[in-house]
Protein backbone atom coordinates (compact mmCIF):
# COMPACT_ATOMS: atom_id res chain seq x y z
CA UNK A 1 0.00 0.00 0.00
CA UNK A 2 0.97 3.79 -0.49
CA UNK A 3 2.30 3.68 -4.08
CA UNK A 4 5.91 2.51 -3.59
CA UNK A 5 9.18 4.79 -2.70
CA UNK A 6 8.90 8.99 -3.41
CA UNK A 7 9.83 9.80 -7.00
CA UNK A 8 13.11 11.57 -7.24
CA UNK A 9 12.88 15.36 -7.64
CA UNK A 10 15.31 18.44 -8.73
CA UNK A 11 16.32 19.85 -5.48
CA UNK A 12 16.45 23.70 -7.42
CA UNK A 13 12.63 23.63 -8.27
CA UNK A 14 11.09 26.36 -6.29
CA UNK A 15 7.37 26.77 -6.30
CA UNK A 16 5.13 29.16 -4.42
CA UNK A 17 3.20 25.90 -2.56
CA UNK A 18 6.47 24.41 -1.18
CA UNK A 19 7.31 22.04 -3.80
CA UNK A 20 7.34 18.53 -3.90
CA UNK A 21 6.48 17.21 -0.80
CA UNK A 22 6.22 20.21 0.66
CA UNK A 23 5.31 20.31 4.84
CA UNK A 24 6.68 23.39 6.30
CA UNK A 25 7.25 23.17 9.86
CA UNK A 26 5.40 26.49 11.08
CA UNK A 27 1.98 24.40 9.20
CA UNK A 28 -0.62 24.28 11.48
CA UNK A 29 0.42 28.19 13.09
CA UNK A 30 0.35 29.05 9.62
CA UNK A 31 -3.54 27.62 9.14
CA UNK A 32 -4.63 29.02 12.82
CA UNK A 33 -3.40 32.59 11.90
CA UNK A 34 -5.14 32.37 8.27
CA UNK A 35 -8.47 31.15 10.06
CA UNK A 36 -8.34 33.37 12.79
CA UNK A 37 -8.06 36.22 9.67
CA UNK A 38 -11.15 34.30 8.09
CA UNK A 39 -13.04 34.64 11.02
CA UNK A 40 -12.72 38.48 11.45
CA UNK A 41 -13.04 39.29 8.14
CA UNK A 42 -16.49 37.50 8.32
CA UNK A 43 -17.40 39.18 11.45
CA UNK A 44 -17.05 42.09 10.37
CA UNK A 45 -18.63 41.66 7.15
CA UNK A 46 -21.66 40.17 9.48
CA UNK A 47 -21.43 43.03 11.42
CA UNK A 48 -21.65 45.78 8.46
CA UNK A 49 -24.51 43.48 7.03
CA UNK A 50 -26.81 43.38 10.18
CA UNK A 51 -26.65 47.53 10.14
CA UNK A 52 -27.49 47.78 6.84
CA UNK A 53 -30.09 45.13 7.45
CA UNK A 54 -33.72 47.22 6.19
CA UNK A 55 -37.05 45.63 6.12
CA UNK A 56 -40.34 47.13 4.48
CA UNK A 57 -42.24 44.74 5.88
CA UNK A 58 -42.01 43.18 9.72
CA UNK A 59 -41.74 39.14 10.56
CA UNK A 60 -44.75 38.27 11.54
CA UNK A 61 -44.92 37.41 16.03
CA UNK A 62 -43.78 33.76 16.86
CA UNK A 63 -42.89 32.83 13.08
CA UNK A 64 -38.94 31.90 12.77
CA UNK A 65 -36.79 34.46 11.06
CA UNK A 66 -33.28 34.34 12.19
CA UNK A 67 -32.09 37.85 11.47
CA UNK A 68 -34.82 38.66 14.52
CA UNK A 69 -32.20 37.79 17.01
CA UNK A 70 -29.27 40.55 15.35
CA UNK A 71 -31.19 43.24 13.18
CA UNK A 72 -31.54 46.76 15.28
CA UNK A 73 -34.48 47.65 13.44
CA UNK A 74 -36.41 43.96 14.24
CA UNK A 75 -35.27 44.60 17.87
CA UNK A 76 -36.46 47.93 18.35
CA UNK A 77 -39.53 47.34 16.74
CA UNK A 78 -40.10 44.61 18.73
CA UNK A 79 -39.14 46.44 22.06
CA UNK A 80 -41.81 49.08 20.88
CA UNK A 81 -44.26 46.30 19.94
CA UNK A 82 -43.81 44.80 23.67
CA UNK A 83 -44.14 48.57 25.59
CA UNK A 84 -47.43 49.46 23.38
CA UNK A 85 -48.71 45.69 24.23
CA UNK A 86 -49.68 45.30 20.42
CA UNK A 87 -48.95 43.00 17.59
CA UNK A 88 -48.42 43.64 14.12
CA UNK A 89 -51.88 43.03 12.24
CA UNK A 90 -52.08 41.03 9.45
CA UNK A 91 -52.81 42.42 6.27
Aim: aromatic share 14%; proline share 9%.
Amino acid sequence: MGGGPQVPYPKHVWSPSGGWYAQPANWKKNTAVLGGVVFLITAAVWKLSAEKEYRHKMPEPGRFYPSRYWSRQIIEYERAQKANGTTQDKE
